[in-house]
């Protein structure tokens, strides 16, 4: 007899693994950086926009998929559809796990360098501009503190769905927040503050361009961690009763807040320290350290807030590797331990290119694209990931429940069975089939300029 598939243990557990994967890197370092080089308030506009209206219908329609089919990212589709090619759609999806690892691990592994450089004293009172360059243009350091990140992530998936991933972020994501909440105050309350308060909140249309508004898609999928099989693995371990559009909701929900909360606490500090919003992928780090120096006990709070974003990315980051070990155990009857350590070894080598961007291999570079600075292979890695593979397993991922599996099928599964019934799911399932497939399309091709 086949044994019995692993669970989360109810819809608090659900919830607090679904956020915990949702909630990381994503909101604390990206959104801050993208929402900057897109010029602040009108991005956020249209990020609202997505996150709602595009990524929650995503995100059902994954949820549909794992709980209907009880498998792992491409194990679903074939289960729903077989002895046809939609299982590619989930082979997107691991390959996007597998890059995004490869650079979320980099910034991991900054985070980590910084706890560390917190702890000995050595962070506050520098010149964090210059500092954060020196580190990140450096060799060793950089790889061993991502080698530490890859390592830690791997040794939670092998402790498996509960007794690694549930556990660890049941506690530890609140703590998260009320921390932000801390920062956020002292950040808004600085000299010279309002002027980020105002980048953030004051719309200007003028910097929007297909550009912006693609980056604005690839954050929202990027930070909801759908487009690429991620939920449809988590959700492949929720009970048959759990109430899928309230975790949904929940979840994107409390990403947005999280995603505005890393916008508060930066954004102003960012201003009142005459610093540029767009700085680019080192942005946090140069900033938050200088809210720190203007806080008592700065350097302790420090350690402790970096600290707890290591543990928010590495909540990420499990769920991240588990699409690719869910897989291999179950395609290929592989060992927990040794599909963990096999995938996380290969993550590991394509991570070390994007570790070691800017020195070691910083020749690997494209130059000048529509007016932005060199991308180096860390940055073409998260190009690659977030704007193309993402939106395009987005795109599949509602056409295969829209049309492929149809509106029978899909609110059966949502409803659970008609138990909960709301003309609500009717309006889902219409994006889903209509609104969602012609807008990933419309911004992707208009962001990557084919039209
Ligand atoms: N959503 C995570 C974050 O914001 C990153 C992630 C992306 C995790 C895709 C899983 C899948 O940090």
């Known amino acids: 007899m086949e044994q019995k598939r692993e ?64 498998a792992n990212a491409i194990g679903s589709f074939k289960k729903l559809a077989p002895k046809s090619s939609w299982w590619i759609i989930g082979l997107i999806g691991v390959l996007a796990s597998f ?47 991502h080698i530490v990140f890859m390592v830690l992530t791997a040794a939670i998936v092998i402790a498996g769905v509960q007794k690694g991933i549930e556990k660890y972020t049941k506690v530890l994501m609140p703590i998260l927040f009320l921390f932000m909440i801390i920062l956020a105050v002292r950040a808004v309350t600085l000299p010279g503050a309002s002027e980020g308060v105002k980048f953030l909140f004051k719309p200007d ?55 505005i909360l890393a916008g508060l606490m930066i954004f102003p500090a960012v201003f009142a320290f005459g610093m540029a919003p767009d700085s680019g992928p080192g942005l946090v780090f140069m900033t938050i350290p200088s809210i720190f120096e203007q806080m008592p006990l700065g350097n302790f709070f420090a350690i402790i807030f970096f600290l707890l974003i290591v543990i928010a990315a590495l909540t990420s980051s499990i769920s991240l590797l588990e699409v690719v070990v869910a897989y291999f155990v179950e395609e290929f009857k592989m060992k927990r331990v040794w599909a963990t350590a096999t995938s996380a070894i290969a993550i590991t080598v394509l991570g070390m290119f994007c570790t070691l961007s800017w020195s070691t291999f910083k020749a690997i ?7 932005n600075e060199s991308m180096f292979f860390f940055d073409m890695m998260d190009f690659l990931a977030s704007n193309i593979l993402l939106p395009l397993g987005g795109v599949l991922i509602v056409i295969f429940v829209g049309w492929k599996l149809g509106k029978a099928r899909s609110l059966n599964e949502l409803t659970n069975e008609g138990l909960h019934k709301s003309k609500l799911y009717s309006l889902v399932f219409f994006i889903v089939k209509y609104i969602a497939p012609i807008a990933i399309m419309f911004v992707f091709l208009k962001g990557v300029n084919v039209i």
């Open 7 to 70: 669970q989360f243990s109810g819809a608090l557990g659900i919830i607090a693994a679904t956020a915990g994967s949702a909630v990381g890197l994503g909101n604390i370092w990206r959104f801050p950086y993208v929402t900057g080089e897109n010029g602040g308030g009108a991005f956020i506009i249209v990020y609202l926009i997505f996150v709602f209206g595009i990524g929650v219908p995503v995100m059902l329609s994954e949820m549909i998929i794992g709980r209907k089919a009880q």
């Open 99 to 145: 890059i995004i690892l490869a650079f979320y691990s980099t910034v991991a592994g900054w985070t980590l360098h910084y706890v560390y450089s917190a702890t000995t004293q050595n962070l506050l009172g520098q010149d964090y501009g210059t500092y954060f360059i020196n580190f990140k243009d450096s060799t060793a350091m950089p790889a061993f503190w």
């Open 205 to 259: 249309f003028s910097k929007l361009d297909a550009n912006a508004i693609l980056a604005a898609l690839g954050q929202a999928f990027f930070s909801l961690s759908v487009g690429m099989g991620t939920i449809i693995t988590y959700s492949s371990y929720f009970k048959k009763k759990e109430k899928l559009g309230g975790i949904a909701v929940s979840v994107a929900g409390t990403d947005f807040f999280i995603a």
């Open 365 to 371: 570079k494209i130059d000048n694209i529509a007016g």
